[in-house]
Every structure is written in C-alpha cells, then in structure tokens.
C-alpha cells in the first residue's frame, strides 16, 4: 500500500519514463493515490476478511473484545456512522456495517417496499455493498483532503509539517467489514455461488446464509419458516467458499444462520444411506405415525424408521411437520454441522433477548465445537423494554421480592417509566451485549434494521413540528443546532457532498482557470 512518499516517488519515475506529463505533479498525483487506497472491491473485501479474522483471534483470547454493527440501507448512513465512531472514539476498530436483507426488500427494492421473503431484485444486494463503499472510500478522501490542505498551508508559511504528514501516514479508513445478508441464496447452490461472487466483487467479506427454503423464505422473526436438510445447506456453504477462493479473499467469513428455533416445517425428507447418518438425524425430527399397510391411505409417503412402518405428517401444501418441543436440538445439530462443514460463525435467531437461553444453546454447541462463536442478531423485532421487565420481575419473583405494585400483565406501561423495574430493565439493556459476549460465545452484536427505524422517528418528529406552530424552529432547534452542537460532519452538507474535494480537484486539474464552489459567498461558511 503507498504511502505519500512512496507514492511521490512513483510518479516522479512515471514522469522520467514518459516524458510528457510535465503538467502532472508529483504531490498532487501521490495525494490522489494515498487518498484512494481501495482500487476494486475485491481490495476492499481482502482487507476488510484480514480485520475480520484478527477480530475474531481477538475474541477468542478475551470475550470482553466483541465487535457490533448497526445496518445501513444507504451508504451515507454508513458514512456517518464511522464518522461518528472516528469523532467519539478515536477508531473505527471492532465496529462493522450489517447490511441487512430485509431493509434491503423494504427500502431499496424498484418493486417498491418488500416483505423480507426474498422477492426483491439480488442486484440491490451487491448495489448497496457498492455503494456503502463508495460513500466509506469517499470519507477517506474527504478526510484525508483536509489534511493535504493543512500540509500545503503548512508548507507555505515554512512551518514544521511532521505532526501532520504523521496524520496522513497513520491515517485509519473509514472502511470497515461488511457482513451481508444473502438471505437463502436466492436459489439453488449455483445461484448461491453466482450470487455470493457478486456481493464479493463489490466488497463484502462476509456472508451471512440462512438454512430456509430460499422460494419459501419468511423474515426471521416471523412464523411459517420452512428449513432445508443439512446437506441442502452445506452444498450452499460450499458454493460460498469456492466464491470466495475463485475471487483470492482466502480469509473470506461465512456466518451460517439457523432458523430452525423458530421453525416447525420442512419442504423435503433427505435421503439416508445408513443408521445414524446426517440424513437420518434430520428424519428423527419429523412427526410420524406407526401405520400398516392396511391402514395406510392411498397415495400416502410411508417410511421404514426405527423397525416401524410411519407415516410422515404430512400438511395440506405437502410440507412435513416437525415434532413438538426439538427446535432446541435440531438449533444445536444444524450449528455444529454447520461449523465442521466449512461455517465460521454462527447465527440462532431466538425468540426473546435472554443471555442464558442463548447460553443454553452455546454451551450445548460448544460441547462438540469449543470454539463456536455467535454472531447476534439485537433485533428491533424484539420488544426490549418489555422482555427486560419482564426477565426482572421474573427475577425478583425468585428472590420474593414483593412486585405487588407491578401489573405483570401491562408490564410495558409508561406507568413503570422511571420506576425502580424501569431502571433495572434498562441496565439489562445496558449490560446485554457485554453479558451475552462474556457468557454466551457471542462475537459480535448487530442491529439489524435501526436506521428504518431512526429515520421513521426523526421524519415523524420532524413533520411534526414543521407542518404544526413551529415551523422553521422545528429544524432549527430539533435538526440543525443539535448538529453544529455535536459537531456532526454533515452539517456542511456541501463539503459532505464533496465540494471541497472537487474544488481542490479542478485547482490540481485546471490550475488558476479553475472554477471553485467554495469562495466567499458561500454560505457553509456560516459554520465555521
């Protein structure tokens, strides 16, 4: 990777072999170099696996080192949240992007807003990636443009410049890991390879792969979820690490996602060769009754199974039911077959945020594979208040406390708010990531879909304001001063958008003839 030295150094050598490109400058050719690290997407992707895999050395020597996310549905929301990360800490290390298919079939879909059931376009999948990295990469240069400027100035009043070629020398990037959704893999294993070469091409490092029938995919946190056997699966764990092999990310992360918890049906009874094989496990799930031949219905599916003739239940839309009461262990066989075919990481979707019943299941996992990790989906599906209300009254019922004064049946009153359970509750929240990374292998915390949410909410209020007695204020005070008070980067929208990066550019390009945006009639200097 160049450095501004090296790079100067490269194009004056480009220029004494050449010949003609005396009106290219050696500085200003190197700081466009330097301020694009990232050519292609397969750089980014190479990259970004290489931070994935030190992270997860990281955890597994000390649990306190867990990684988080939010999910962005644009790439400027991915920008700014690592502008945020970079302003309040210092560092953009162990913090990704999610790019979340759901936000992906409800907001970027040219069918217009989507169920999270796989029918938007693939294409918006890989697209968002792009464009994620572009508005990162973008950061990169925009940051790195006023430290050039700094450095011109510097150098023009013959001042020491150490302190910030330093900056530009260790300059962190704004570009972090992605880990994508590819939902089911939009079809067999070969549209699943197809697919996952895509989304690498444009970037990502890491795919996260759900074990559902990918034309019967249902949102996570939704009923009717259909899984596939074990070997329909791993043909899709394999066709994602001969993508990410073809394409040189060796160090590429496969996060394998079972819906089995949640799940009761599946679409297909696999075949099995011999007793105890990985089909059979699968079969031992299905719900079946002992028949004869006599009693047998015609044109019903009948299996041999433990010396018995059975009966698959079988519904009216042919799909086959699951026993009551196995989703735990068909989570834990679907996990650890998972991880010794190929998977890295492990996601379970669960039904409540509750650290000890994913416990439960990691600890059963790591019976077989120690080094098992989660990657935790902290979803806006969940009703946090209320389960955390309800995780402390259920407590303090154990100890005998008295929680007379709580209706635990209207638990997520406003009533409460404030209130001694509130405030326990809200230290659950507080506490859960750290919890659930100490004590239940979890690697790495995300939120799936917060920006639909932050959106919705700041619209609302915003609408609120502006189109009732406020007006004006209602940006003023509720958008604008919150902004230049936080320092928050994109109150100079035009500098965000590039102007000043583009007005240096003409100057390298044009010299005195170019045409600037940013003289003084422009009204971002109102800011500062």
Same mark, same amino acid.
């Not at 918890?261 to 699968?282: F, R, W």
């Given at each position: 990777?160049?450095?501004?030295?090296?790079?100067?150094?490269?194009?004056?050598?480009?220029?004494?072999?050449?010949?003609?490109?005396?009106?290219?400058?050696?500085?200003?050719?190197?700081?466009?170099?330097?301020?694009?690290?990232?050519?292609?997407?397969? &750089?980014?992707?190479?990259?970004?696996?290489?931070?994935?895999?030190? &992270?997860?050395?990281?955890?597994?020597?000390?649990?306190?080192?867990?990684?988080?996310?939010?999910?962005?549905?644009?790439?400027?929301?991915?920008?700014?949240?690592?502008?945020?990360?970079?302003?309040?800490?210092?560092?953009?290390? @162990?913090?990704?992007?999610?790019?979340?298919?759901?936000?992906?079939?409800?907001?970027?879909?040219?069918?217009?807003?989507?169920?999270?059931?796989?029918?938007?376009?693939?294409?918006? /999948?890989?697209?968002?990636?792009?464009?994620?990295?572009?508005?990162? @990469?973008?950061?990169?240069?925009? /940051?790195?443009?006023?430290?050039?400027?700094?450095?011109?100035?510097?150098?023009?009043?013959?001042?020491?410049?150490?302190?910030?070629?330093?900056?530009?020398?260790?300059?962190?990037?704004?570009? /972090?890991?992605?880990?994508?959704?590819?939902?089911?893999?939009?079809?067999?294993?070969?549209?699943?390879?197809?697919?996952?070469?895509?989304?690498?091409?444009?970037?990502?490092?890491?795919?996260?792969?759900?074990?559902?029938?990918?034309?019967?995919?249902?949102?996570?946190?939704?009923?009717?979820? #259909?899984?596939?056997?074990?070997?329909?699966?791993?043909?899709?764990?394999?066709?994602? @690490?001969?993508?990410?092999?073809?394409?040189?990310?060796?160090?590429?992360?496969?996060?394998?996602?079972?819906?089995?918890?949640?799940?009761?049906?599946?679409?297909?009874?696999?075949?099995?060769?011999?007793?105890?094989?990985?089909?059979?496990?699968?079969?031992?799930?299905?719900?079946?009754?002992?028949?004869?031949?006599?009693?047998?219905?015609?044109?019903?599916?009948? %299996?041999?199974?433990?010396?018995? %003739?059975?009966?698959?239940?079988?519904?009216?839309?042919?799909?086959?039911?699951?026993?009551?009461?196995?989703?735990?262990?068909?989570?834990?066989?679907?996990?650890?077959?998972?991880?010794?075919?190929?998977?890295?990481?492990?996601?379970?979707?669960?039904?409540?945020?509750? /650290?000890?019943?994913?416990?439960?299941?990691?600890?059963?996992?790591?019976?077989?594979?120690?080094?098992?990790?989660? #990657?935790?989906?902290?979803?806006?599906?969940?009703?946090?208040?209320?389960?955390?209300?309800?995780?402390?009254?259920?407590?303090?019922?154990?100890?005998?406390?008295?929680?007379?004064?709580?209706?635990?049946?209207?638990?997520?009153?406003?009533?409460?708010?404030?209130?001694?359970?509130?405030?326990?509750?809200?230290? %659950?929240?507080?506490?859960?990531?750290?919890?659930?990374?100490?004590?239940?292998?979890?690697?790495?915390?995300?939120?799936?879909?917060?920006?639909?949410?932050?959106?919705?909410?700041?619209?609302?209020?915003?609408?609120?304001?502006?189109?009732?007695?406020?007006?004006?204020?209602?940006?003023?005070?509720?958008?604008?001063?919150?902004?230049?008070?936080?320092?928050?980067?994109?109150?100079?929208?035009?500098?965000?958008?590039?102007?000043?990066?583009?007005?240096?550019?003409?100057?390298?390009?044009?010299?005195?003839?170019?045409?600037?945006?940013?003289?003084?009639?422009?009204?971002?200097?109102?800011?500062?």
């Amino acid at each position: 990777m160049s450095t501004y030295t090296s790079a100067i150094d490269h194009i004056r050598e480009l220029k004494k072999k050449y010949g003609n490109w005396e009106n290219i400058s050696e500085t200003d050719a190197a700081r466009m170099i330097v301020q694009n690290r990232f050519k292609t997407g397969l &750089d980014v992707a190479k990259y970004t696996a290489k931070i994935m895999r030190e &992270d997860m050395a990281a955890y597994d020597a000390d649990h306190s080192k867990y990684t988080q996310s939010l999910g962005a549905w644009h790439g400027f929301v991915a920008q700014q949240t690592m502008y945020a990360n970079k302003k309040y800490f210092g560092t953009t290390a @162990r913090k990704y992007i999610y790019l979340s298919g759901w936000m992906v079939a409800a907001l970027r879909s040219e069918f217009g807003p989507l169920p999270d059931q796989s029918m938007h376009e693939k294409t918006a /999948v890989s697209d968002l990636i792009e464009e994620i990295y572009t508005f990162l @990469r973008q950061a990169d240069a925009k /940051v790195l443009n006023d430290y050039f400027r700094e450095l011109k100035a510097a150098q023009e009043a013959g001042q020491d410049t150490k302190e910030i070629q330093d900056k530009i020398d260790n300059f962190e990037s704004h570009v /972090v890991p992605i880990i994508a959704d590819i939902d089911a893999g939009f079809g067999n294993e070969e549209a699943t390879y197809l697919f996952a070469k895509k989304l690498i091409e444009a970037g990502a490092c890491a795919l996260q792969i759900e074990n559902q029938v990918s034309d019967a995919k249902q949102c996570g946190h939704q009923a009717g979820k #259909v899984t596939v056997p074990h070997e329909d699966y791993i043909a899709k764990l394999n066709a994602i @690490r001969y993508a990410f092999l073809e394409l040189g990310v060796d160090d590429g992360v496969i996060v394998a996602r079972t819906d089995s918890e949640g799940a009761s049906l599946t679409q297909k009874i696999p075949v099995s060769n011999e007793p105890g094989d990985l089909a059979s496990k699968y079969i031992d799930f299905i719900e079946m009754e002992e028949v004869t031949l006599e009693t047998a219905n015609e044109n019903d599916s009948l %299996l041999k199974h433990d010396g018995k %003739l059975v009966r698959p239940k079988r519904l009216p839309n042919g799909l086959y039911q699951f026993r009551e009461e196995t989703n735990i262990d068909r989570v834990v066989l679907d996990c650890v077959t998972a991880l010794e075919n190929g998977a890295d990481l492990l996601w379970i979707e669960t039904p409540t945020p509750d /650290v000890e019943h994913i416990k439960m299941m990691v600890d059963r996992i790591k019976e077989q594979q120690p080094q098992a990790k989660l #990657v935790y989906n902290n979803s806006p599906s969940f009703n946090w208040t209320l389960n955390f209300r309800k995780q402390v009254i259920a407590k303090w019922e154990e100890e005998g406390k008295d929680i007379s004064s709580y209706d635990k049946n209207n638990l997520m009153s406003a009533d409460y708010d404030g209130t001694e359970l509130d405030k326990a509750a809200d230290e %659950l929240a507080r506490n859960f990531q750290k919890d659930a990374a100490r004590e239940a292998g979890v690697f790495h915390h995300l939120i799936t879909l917060p920006t639909y949410h932050t959106t919705a909410l700041e619209m609302h209020n915003l609408a609120k304001g502006y189109f009732g007695d406020e007006g004006m204020l209602a940006y003023v005070a509720g958008v604008q001063r919150k902004e230049i008070r936080e320092g928050v980067s994109a109150v100079k929208h035009q500098a965000m958008a590039g102007s000043d990066l583009g007005d240096d550019h003409k100057e390298i390009f044009s010299g005195e003839n170019a045409l600037k945006a940013g003289g003084t009639k422009n009204t971002m200097n109102q800011f500062g």
